[in-house]
């Protein structure tokens, strides 16, 4: 999973300084819709990278995506105003185990 965010915003700064992290299903206003799930998430630097990213959300995301970033690099520093975050979450047979293992209260 790749995020796309804002380069200064406090989630980049977190991951890189510690890359665990819970994330849940959740609505458009931020509503938890399901379980959490523990994982981990870097921040991507590599220039190559970032452009399969780029190519693929301007794939799925065609026109939209192209105006977005048009708008990003005038108004917004380009990808210096932007970051992307890696995540990696945990399958569900991983945190069944890891509860299993986990001392009893």
């Given at each position: 999973?790749?995020?796309?965010?804002?380069?200064?915003?406090?989630?980049?700064?977190r991951?890189r300084?510690?890359?665990?992290?819970?994330?849940?299903?959740?609505s458009a206003?931020?509503?938890?819709r399901?379980?959490?799930?523990?994982?981990?998430?870097r921040?991507?630097?590599?220039?190559a990278?970032?452009?399969?990213?780029?190519?693929?959300?301007?794939?799925?995301?065609?026109?939209l995506?192209?105006?977005?970033?048009?708008?990003?690099?005038?108004?917004?520093?380009?990808?210096?105003?932007?970051?992307?975050?890696?995540?990696?979450?945990?399958?569900?047979?991983?945190?069944?185990?890891?509860?299993?293992?986990?001392?009893?209260?």
């Amino acid at each position: 999973l790749v995020v796309v965010c804002d380069a200064k915003s406090y989630k980049v700064k977190r991951i890189r300084n510690n890359p665990k992290l819970r994330a849940a299903p959740c609505s458009a206003t931020g509503v938890v819709r399901g379980d959490w799930i523990d994982g981990t998430g870097r921040a991507i630097d590599d220039a190559a990278y970032i452009d399969r990213i780029e190519s693929a959300l301007e794939a799925k995301y065609g026109l939209l995506m192209k105006i977005s970033s048009f708008f990003k690099r005038v108004f917004g520093g380009g990808r210096k105003g932007r970051s992307y975050l890696e995540i990696t979450l945990e399958s569900p047979t991983q945190a069944s185990s890891k509860a299993a293992e986990a001392p009893a209260p």
